[in-house]
C-alpha cells in the first residue's frame, strides 16, 4: 500500500565549507591521480573542513541559510531532525547543539544514524510529525564531516568523500503535493561491507583501536556497488508501480552521489536519460546524508524543479540501508 504523508517540502539549502581538496592535492597524499579517480568514481574535487569545524557547524549553517531563504524565525521551529554519521561527539545529539545556536528555543530534536540513507529516513521521519498535524515546521538536516573518519593513505576510500551538508523545511501539506510514498529497508548482512570498527561500545577508544586503524572507513568496494546499483533500480521501480506511476511520469531522480558508475549503472537498469537524474557528485564527492539535499539545491538552482513535478530520491547505504521517497514539488 502507498505510505501518503501529507508533508510537504517548502524550502531547501546547502553548505559545503570553503576548503577544496582537488584530485591534485590527493596525488600530493595518496597513490593516485587524477585521471585513475574520475574514471573510476567521477569525481574531480571535494571540500573539506578546517580545523574546529564539525557536523554541527554545517548543519547550522544550512539551517540558517534556509531559515533566511523561507522568512522563517528559529522561534517557529517545532522539531528539528539531524541525520548524520559523523555527530561531533556521542552527546549531546547534533541537533541540541543545532538547536542552541539557531536559537530554536521551542524545538525539540534527535539524531539518526542510517548512513548515506540517513536523509531519506530523516526526511520521512520528520514528515511523519508535520503531516500528523502536531508540527507546523519541522526542520530536516543532512550533515556529515567525512574527512574526520577517512584514512588518507587508502587510496580505496580517501578519493571517494567529501564534507557537506543540507537543510529542508518541512509543513502540512494539502492534496496533491508533497511526499506521496516512500520506502525503506535494511539488509543487515551487508554491515560487514561497509562500516568503522571502532569508537562504539564494542571496540571503544584505546591505543590499540587507533593503532589498528579501526577509526575510519572500511569499505568492501565491488560488494557495494553492486548491492547500491541492484537496490536503487529495484526500489525505484516499487515505488513507482505501486503507486501507478513510470519512470516517464518522473520529472527528475535524485540519486545518492556514491559513484558516477553506480549512478549510470542505475539509470541503464531504469532506461532513463540523463536529463532526468540530478549528477553533481564531480564537485562534492559524497557527502553522505548531505548528498540528497545538496542534489535539490542544484537541482533548483540549474532550474530543474518546478511545482508540480514528481520527484524522486533514492539511496544506498552501510547497514544496508536503503532509502526511497517519492515526492510532488510543493514549490
Known sequence: MPHRIPAKITGVAGYVPPKVLTNADLEKMVDTNDEWIRTRTGIRERHIVENGMASSHMATEAAKLLLAQTRTNPSEIDLIVVASVTPDM????????????????????????????????????????????????????????MSSILDYKDRGTCVLFGDG???????????????????????????????????????PSSLETVQKNMHVVHQDGPNVFKYAVRRMAELSCHLLERNGLSIRDLALIVPHQANLRI????????????????????????????????????ALAQG????????????????????????????
Open 90 to 145: 556521542f552527546f549531546p545529539a547534533t541537533a541540541c547543539l543545532v538547536q542552541d545556536r539557531l536559537g530554536a528555543k521551542r524545538a525539540w530534536g534527535f539524531d539518526l544514524s542510517a548512513a548515506c540513507s540517513g536523509f531519506a529516513y530523516a526526511l520521512t521521519v520528520g514528515a511523519q510529525f508535520a503531516g500528523a498535524g502536531t508540527h507546523k515546521k519541522v526542520l530536516v538536516i543532512g550533515s556529515d564531516t
Open 165 to 203: 551538508a543540507g537543510a529542508v523545511l518541512l509543513e502540512p501539506a494539502g492534496e496533491g503535493e508533497g511526499i506521496i510514498d516512500f520506502h525503506h529497508d535494511v539488509d543487515g548482512s551487508g554491515g560487514q561491507h561497509l562500516y568503522m570498527p571502532g569508537g562504539g561500545s564494542l571496540n
Open 263 to 298: 549512478i549510470r549503472a542505475m539509470q541503464e537498469r531504469l532506461g532513463v536519460d540523463d536529463s532526468k537524474v540530478l549528477v553533481n557528485i564531480e564537485r562534492y564527492a559524497n557527502t553522505t546524508a548531505g548528498t540528497l539535499p545538496l542534489g535539490l539545491c542544484d
Open 304 to 331: 530543474r524543479l518546478k511545482k508540480g513535478d514528481l520527484v524522486l530520491l533514492i539511496a544506498v547505504g552501510a547497514g544496508f540501508t536503503t532509502g526511497g521517497v517519492l515526492l510532488r514539488w510543493a514549490y
